[in-house]
Structure formats: structure tokens, C-alpha cells
């Protein structure tokens, strides 16, 4: 499917000399990519994804507008379980696709232990058969009409052996990637469309995603379908228990309402729990997505410090070079360390396996890579902290995946999931960079407090907390309209932010206090500040919300912090 199948008036139009006509063919591409002709829509999306590269800056935001318009998008885009009773073998939700009929053209990947998928028509059915005692993962649905994702999570009660049943496989998807089984299902009845099926499944399979835990399904007609109940049922424990274990009210038999928001409440004022010796000068800190690990960066060792929380016991692996910042897949299955001597030198990523804690390869990278992240389409982000751009790489951290050009110099990178968004503090320029992460395209840049040092995105996507180093303050900025507010005086020289899991509040470290100042998530007054080590570097929050780790570059140390009740 080509240009060619396009209106010639509307390829007449895109091609005009004159912009104003080439912003009413925008217009025309965005109605066809609403419409029900599946092979017009794909056109018109690619035409308009094109587009957003034009020279003309009004061009290529009008196109850009109307991707967003006509992408598919997922209500809700959050499924919490909750703390499920011990027996439960199978939880189910389902969550609605919305968007143009082309929306319904889509592959369905999952990560998450135990975490199974599948789309039927513009249903998303999410099912849960606990294979180990948390759930923190991603289902992302993605097509001609884009992506989105669902980040679903759930706890089996503190104790409960965890129960495996043949049940599983009436929902089985392949865990081997050869493997990967694509399913047409029948919707409710509509009206004959002869060319949908084929056109559909010819879609799918156009952007089906490789990697492990794939399932699609093909929709026969695109009738609205009304919103879901979202609802989790156990298969086998009662729903008084499970009732009991969320603290929900009991519900009919079997079911019980499915909470959309995590179980913790974050606190005002955290309070240090401990404080755990690991490598020389401790830079980067992350939180493995089960919150059982902590991996810390050191700067003046050469070593990856990996904590066992439950055990607090440190064990370490060895890295080629100075290891500066670290990340997790969302799997939690690698580890991703970006890496630079002193003098630039030996600038990468190295790409640890979690399990064996062994390096399976290292991989180069522009010179000074700095705070790396993993977005929420699993792609590896690493900020070139010396060549003014930021650099993509796919999954597994193997392949360059594109690359983006943003002001001088990107410190760091945080993400949007549902505004398809990626932010970057540029610290020489004091201003943080909008990236549209479906197009890899740099938007604009807005300007914040002085030498942007970290920054970090809300759980609900909607705010953005930039540290200003040299200011001695933050920043907020709403996501949506960049409208920012601050700045907010924090202490001396804030070097990394964080959001609680609950986004109430959020985390400043300042690096000249020896200090983290605790901030109203919403408004940015400050309501604690908490003492910590000497020469604190950088905040991570444990994905279930209970606790917070500092790394003291100065004191060879972490801090811990219990940041909910």
C-alpha cells in the first residue's frame, strides 16, 4: 500500500508549493485516516508522518496534530489487581481501544510475569495468572494507527504460595519468539465488509512486533463497542477474599472491582530507614521493576553495585569502564550502563544480564553518555551528553534505532506514555527539549530555571519536574500545554528528581545540602527535606512506592528512605 492509492487532489495538494494549500491536503489526509477504508487510512497516516518532517514548521505541526487525533488510544491506560488472595489462579480486565476503525489493526505485546493479552475487535482482554508474587507490566498495543499502553499491576498477599494451573493455557501466548501465534476472532455481528478481514490482517502482520509474549487478533467490523467493566476475576479463591486482600467491598460472586490507582500512599515527610555501603563514589541508582534489586552505578571503581533488598546483601559486576548512570528493561531482564572515563574515552553502554549478572555485550555510543532510560515502547534512550543529540537504540540495547538532535548539552530523559512524549534537559542551554516519540522528532524547546540537571515525568504522564542546578530550584511544567510553574527554591546545587509512585509527592537531591527536599506534587512547595549522605547524586523510587534509594558519592553509601505508609 502506497501513496498511490490516495485521492490524486489530495497528492496534488501535499505536493503544492504553497503552504497554505498544503495544510487543507493535511486536513484531507485526516479525514481519510479517520475513515473506514483501512488501506486509505494507512495512507493517509504515513503521508501525514511524512509530512511532519516538512520544512515548513506549520506544516509539520498540523501533521503532527492530526496523527495524534487519529491514533488508537487505550481507556484506561492503567489496571491495578491489587493484593490478590492466596489460590487465585486467573485475573482478568479488559481495557477499550479507541480511535479510527484503523485502530483496530493492531499487534499485542506483554511484559509482565504471568501477564497474557489479546484483542478482540476493540476489546483488549488482560489476564493475570500470577507466576511469581508481583506484577509490574506493560500489554502495548500498537499499528497503523500507532501505539499505546497499559501499564498493569498486582501483588499476591505477603506469604501466599503462588498457584499454576492448566488453566493457563486456555490464554496461553508463546514465550518463544519463533513461536508466534496470530488469532482471528469473531465480533459481534455488523454489516459485510468484504475487503476489512484481509485488510486487517494484511495491517497486522505489516507491524507485528518481534520479542517474546506476542498474540494478535483481527477485528471483522469496526461497530462501536461500548466501554468495558473492568472487573478482576478469581478463578478459584472466593470473592470475599480477594475482596479482603484489596480491601474492597465484597461484590457478586467472583468478581470485584478492579482499583486504577496503586495501594500506597506516599508520605509528606519520608524518613531514613538505613543506610548500605556499596561501591566507590556511587552515582546512578534504578529500581529492578519487582523492587527487589537495587543497581548502583560507581564512579570510581569500575563496578555495578547490585543490592538485594530483602537480604541487603551487595554483590558486584565488573565493567570495562567507568560506569556513570543505569537502567532496566521493563522486563527487568537487563541492565543498561552507560559508561565514560574522564577524559571521554570509552564512551558506551554496557548490557548487563540481570539474572546471571554477567555483561552480554558492550555496545558504542556517541562521547559521554550520560542519565540513559528506557521509554515506555521498551526502546533504550541515551543522552550523548557531548555531541548535543540523543540516541535510540531497540530493545535489547543492541541496534541504533534513530537518533535526535536537541539543544546543548541532554543531561537526562523522561517519558509521557500517554501524551507520546520524551523530555531532555539541555543543561548549556537552560531548557528542556520536547520530543514526539512516534516520530522521533524534536518539537520545540522551552526554556527553565539555569543548567537542567534531571528531570522526571509524573506516573499519570501529565507533569514534568526539572532540577536547575546552578538555580538552586525546580521547576514544573504541565506536559500537555508546557505551561510552566516555578520555579520552587529547593537546596544547594539539585542534581536528580524522582516521583513518588502515587505522584502526590516528589523527591529533589541536593547535591551542596547533602539533603533531598520533598515537594507537593501538584503545587511544588516543599514539604519536608530530608538529611542523607555527603555528596548526594541520584534519587530512584522503588516501583510498588514503599521506599527510595540515594546514592552518596562522596560517602561510598546508599540512603534509604520509606517514602509511603
Known sequence: MSEKVLPTQVLTEIDSSVRETRLKGVGELERLANGSDLAMAAAARRTLMRLTQEDSRSVAAAAAAALERTALRLNPDQVHFGQVAAGTTRLEAEVLVEGPPLAAAAAVTVSGPGLRAMLAGRRLRIAWLPAADWLDGTVTVRGPAGWADVRVTGQVAAGAAVARTDGEEQFAIPDDPSTTRMTVLSAPPARKQRRAPVLLAALAAGVLLGGAGVAVALNRGDDPVPPPTLALVPTTAPATAAAAAT??????????????????????????????????????????????????????SRILSVLDVATERVTSVRLRNTPRFVATSRDGRLVFVSMYEDDKSGSGVAVVDAAARKVLRYMSTGVQPYTLAVGPDGRVWVPIHSERRVEIYDASGYRARGRVLVPPNPHAVAFSGPLKRAYTPNHESNAVSIIDMRTDRLLKSIP???????????????????????????????????????????????QSVAFATDGEHAYVVNEGSNSVSVLDGHTGAVTATVPVGRSPRTVAVSPDGRMAYVSNGADDTISVLRTAS
Open 247 to 300: 480491601g474492597a467491598a465484597p461484590g457478586p460472586t467472583g468478581v470485584a472491582r478492579v482499583p486504577l490507582a496503586l495501594s500506597v500512599s506516599s508520605l509528606a515527610k519520608p524518613t531514613m530507614v538505613g543506610t548500605i555501603r556499596v561501591g566507590d563514589e556511587p552515582e546512578g541508582v534504578v529500581v529492578s521493576p519487582d523492587s527487589r534489586t537495587v543497581y548502583v552505578a560507581n564512579q570510581s
Open 448 to 494: 527553565v530555571s539555569k543548567a537542567p540537571h534531571s528531570i522526571a515525568v509524573s506516573p499519570d504522564g501529565r507533569t514534568v519536574l526539572v532540577a536547575g542546578y546552578e538555580a538552586n530550584a525546580a521547576d514544573l511544567i504541565d506536559a500537555a500545554t508546557l505551561r510552566r510553574i516555578g520555579p520552587f527554591k529547593v537546596g544547594k546545587q539539585p
